[in-house]
């Protein structure tokens, strides 16, 4: 997929609306996991580099639907943590040369989600370039992911392309068997497990999956299938035999794609979780991970170093695994201003 790069925008001196993906967990009114913050740290050092003017940058937090001034979903303590990151990554000489600004939570505005045209119109006033560097945002039709790039130059971020040339060697001449587990507790997942299983061997499903999604196989000897996992009693976890069974497929694994934990780790239900992360981690396979508890559950248990690509979307990945494009990458690519 061909994206436009900050490398066709001319940068210097031009106010840079930036839309990053802000939607981080906080615990005590601190960011808990930084991982997605981290990962715009390329894109705006690059902007600094080309001498870009300031920096707007645009995210949300949460679904206020549309409510002014919802202060637990306020971005004022992500802001805080950027800035730390930033400084801590630029040095203090270089970070003095950084105007950088953050907008509160787009979403306290019902324009954002209605993808309104006043409202994109309001945004676009504030800068002269759009980045786009929020790839786990990139299947929502908003303002600030389809509606700018219409209205303003635009380019896709650093760390947004490299999630979709990751994403692409899934997609491209995988390493075969592909085994593609589904978790987490959303069941919108479930109308994605068909379109998934025609890139992948097996999917593997647990979290509140097995509750929508039967078993089946596509092939005479049970080779090539979707396995729903056997829940227990509590309804919070998978069975540890469904959790050895799945870790047995998971050994076998040329190429894996991981989304989701199998129990509910917010309720303390980790043992699937940790049978199937260890599973991955020690698999010589290709393996890519995404989507907020996934990380979470990477790094609580110390593992992230064993995945080769861990994706700041959830949803978005799977949704580009399922369809190969999304609505704000088609936003850059077909939008002329």
């Not at 080309?50 to 409510?67: A, E, F, M, N, Y």
């Not at 089946?216 to 056997?230: E, F, S």
């Not at 799977?318 to 999304?326: G, I, Q, T």
């Amino acid at each position: 997929m061909k994206l436009p790069k900050l490398t066709d925008l001319k940068i210097k001196g031009k106010r840079i609306l930036l839309r990053l993906d802000l939607d981080v967990a906080l615990e005590d009114g601190k960011v808990a996991e930084d991982y997605r913050l981290k990962a715009a740290i390329p894109t705006i050092n690059y902007l600094l580099e080309q001498g870009s003017g300031r920096i707007i940058v645009l995210g949300h937090r949460g679904r206020p639907g549309g409510k002014e001034a919802v202060e637990s979903l306020s971005l004022e303590p992500v802001a805080k943590h950027l800035e730390k990151l930033m400084r801590d990554y630029l040095g203090r000489d270089k970070f003095k040369d950084l105007e950088m600004y953050m907008m509160e939570n787009l979403r306290f505005s019902a324009g954002e989600e209605e993808n309104s045209e006043e409202f994109t119109k309001h945004l676009a006033e504030h800068g002269d370039v759009y980045i786009n560097d929020a790839f786990g945002v990139c299947h929502r039709e908003t303002a600030s992911i389809v509606g700018l790039p219409k209205l303003m130059p635009h380019a896709a971020g650093k760390r947004l392309i490299e999630e979709v040339e990751h994403l692409e060697k899934v997609l491209e001449n995988p390493k075969h068997p592909v085994v593609m587990i589904i978790g987490g507790g959303k069941y919108d997942k479930a109308i994605l497990v068909d379109k998934l299983f025609r890139h992948a061997d097996t999917v593997l499903v647990g979290g509140v999956l097995p509750h929508k999604i039967k078993s089946y196989c596509r092939d005479t000897d049970g080779k090539m299938c979707i396995v729903a996992a056997h829940v227990n009693r509590s309804g919070q976890d998978i069975t540890p035999d469904s959790a050895r069974n799945f870790a047995e497929v998971i050994e076998s694994a040329k190429t894996i794609v991981w989304n989701g934990p199998m129990g509910d780790i917010d309720k303390n239900y980790w043992e699937g979780t940790e049978i199937i992360a260890q599973a991955v981690a020690n698999s010589k396979a290709y393996k890519v991970a995404g989507g907020g508890d996934t990380i979470h559950v990477l790094h609580k248990l110390s593992i992230s170093d064993k995945i080769d690509f861990i994706s700041t979307g959830g949803g978005a990945m799977l949704e580009y695994l399922a369809y190969r494009d999304l609505p704000g990458l088609e936003a850059l690519r077909k939008s002329k201003s």
